[in-house]
């Protein structure tokens, strides 16, 4: 199985997976050109995914979704309350298919769990992608992490976990008192101090790849967020990337 990061942050959010001849999207936060951009770069074509899987509805996960439904005739996968809650973005889709928070999803030659997160959206979710053999789970716009959400993410191959701020360059920067308050409630981001400490608790020998994703420009660093993961992984072999708001990362293979 293969994946690339196409982009993270509040500007956009996507993620590739491929095993085999099955290929999707978690989320589509970019236009429709710039997802087949990025797709390219990576010698891939966006005419070429089977299904779209959406996270929530927020702006920065769904912006393209609709627009590669529609040219490519691509299916999109999502909870009622995501679809609700962003079908004026979304508009008409070629295909729509309904799961719940909890399901899993058999897609060809992938199986996509889905799982609980806490945010300020509708009905957000991460998604654990396996093909029997490896597994990827991606885990950001959450607030808080829980002991289920630990049992999730346990034995994970790949990992894309969110990274957002740091409490000091927020307490510092230019939120407003009311917006700080949001970042650092239970249904806002994760702190790079609480992920890490969230990953130490995720590690084992088998875990290959951990992503660290959705910095925020204003709040965060990538050296630091680095600096903080790095202080748990410790010897662990794994490889650390730091996801980019303007360009893909390489096909990360997980074996």
Known sequence: MYFSVLGSGSKGNSVYVESGTTAILIDAGFSGKEIAARLQSL??????????????????????????????????????????GGENILGR?????????????????LQVRTFAVSHDAADPVGFIIGNGKVSLAYCTDTGKVSHLLRQRLMGCNGLVLEFNHDLQMLKDGPYSHALQQ????????????????????????????????HLSTTNNHPDLAMKAARSV??????????????LATELMPLK
Not at 182 to 211: K, M, P, T, W
């Open 93 to 109: 889709l070629s295909s729509y298919s309904e799961f719940a928070t909890g399901d899993t999803i058999q897609l060809q030659g």
């Open 182 to 213: 949001r970042v650092r409630s239970d249904h806002g981001h994760l702190a790079n101090e609480d992920a890490a400490c969230f990953l130490q608790s995720l590690l084992h020998d088998q875990l290959q790849y951990v992503i660290l994703a």
């Open 43 to 84: 010698g891939r074509r966006v005419e070429d995914l089977d299904a779209v899987f959406v996270t929530h509805e927020h702006h920065d996960h769904i912006h393209g979704v609709g627009v590669i439904s529609r040219r490519y005739q691509i299916p999109v996968y999502s909870n009622y309350g995501t679809f609700k």
């Open 233 to 246: 992984v410790g010897d662990n072999l794994l490889q650390l990337r730091v996801a980019s708001q303007a």
